[in-house]
């Protein structure tokens, strides 16, 4: 309802109240007092309205004390707003309807009944609608998010499709063509260097395909768990294209959570690549702390050896992403440059998650 709207009702109200006031000039009131008196209690209950959606319960309990001077036909009015507009408070419908028998001196019939009645009809009535329009806007917003779901999907299908027709294809070639520099080479080094790129272009291609099976059903997939010497792999994988990287690790990683597990590998994962990508040469050490009630992991590498000859795009979306899956876990990470012209990512996690 509109001011102007709110303003009507409140001045009808008034009138009914003060009309009553006139048509029964000496009603029986629980206060005795003058015919100004009462018009007076009919406009300040009229005016107590105004509030009746803001402060439902400030505005009812205003109207029904004063409805034992006399009573008061915005006591209807607060009921149903009461019970339409609130899920709450909605013991003062009871309390409009004692307040009107006890302003009308309870034993005058029928005024004494007649004002109880409209009150409950105005309860019963707010809540009959309260209730139906709770539940349209509950359909509502069940629909809105079938339709953002059908978005989504109709998204994930598409991505699907981009990632299988094109990066799968292009992995497809690389290791196509690792594969055959490997046949063809003639030099121990290069055919391993070969052998190495070509099992993990294959490596990449079964996880993207999970990937775009995930995509297109739009489930979940059961991700395995991360068990600890996955970690001394994955350094020694780095370690073997060159990188100088020392592992120190403190505690015992079987204790932990396997999702926690998960993040820590990949927030190790993720800090090797850029180091690989922004830092060639540099000495990266990785200090790996688990605690009985966190696990905290260092990634620190020194300034470069040398400007890498191949630069590597970066968004520093990977970063960005690691972040928001620290925080999932209910974790915190940090990752800037040190004094040293070397860069550290500092990752905190708790020592159990529920999987």
Known sequence: MT?????????????????????????????????????????????????????????????????????????????????????????????????????????????????????????????????????????????????????????????????????????NLMVLHAGALRMAAKDDEVRKAAEELRAAGCHSLAELRDLVGVLRSGRAARIPDVLPDRLSRLVADSAATGLEITLTEHGDADTISPAVRRTMYRVVQESLTNVHKHAPGAHTEITIHCGPSSVRAVIRNTRPAAIPALVLPGSGSGLRGLRGRVEMVGGTLTAGPTDDGGFEVDAVLPAFVPT
Not at 14 to 20: K, T
Not at 79 to 97: F, N, P
Not at 120 to 133: C, D, I, K, P, Q
């Open 3 to 171: 001011r102007a709207g709110e303003l009507a009702l409140a001045l009808l109200v008034a009138a009914l109240g003060i009309g009553r006031e006139f048509a029964l000039p000496a009603p029986s009131h629980l206060v005795a007092a003058g015919t100004t008196f009462y018009v007076t209690v009919h406009l300040l209950a009229a005016a107590a309205l105004w509030w009746r959606r803001t402060h439902p319960v400030a505005s009812g309990s205003a109207i029904a004390f004063l409805t034992l001077l006399t009573p008061v036909f915005a006591s209807v009015v607060s009921a149903y707003s009461i019970t339409a507009h609130t899920t709450r408070h909605r013991w003062l419908v009871v309390v409009h309807a004692l307040a009107w028998l006890a302003g009308s001196a309870m034993w005058t019939f029928p005024d004494g009944l007649v004002g109880p009645c409209l009150v409950a009809v105005a309860g019963l009535t707010g809540l009959h609608l309260g209730e139906r329009r709770r539940f349209v806007e509950a359909l509502a917003e069940r629909e809105r998010e079938l339709m953002a779901e059908h978005a989504r999907a109709d998204e994930r299908t598409r991505l699907a499709a981009e990632m299988h027709d094109v990066v799968t294809h292009r992995l």
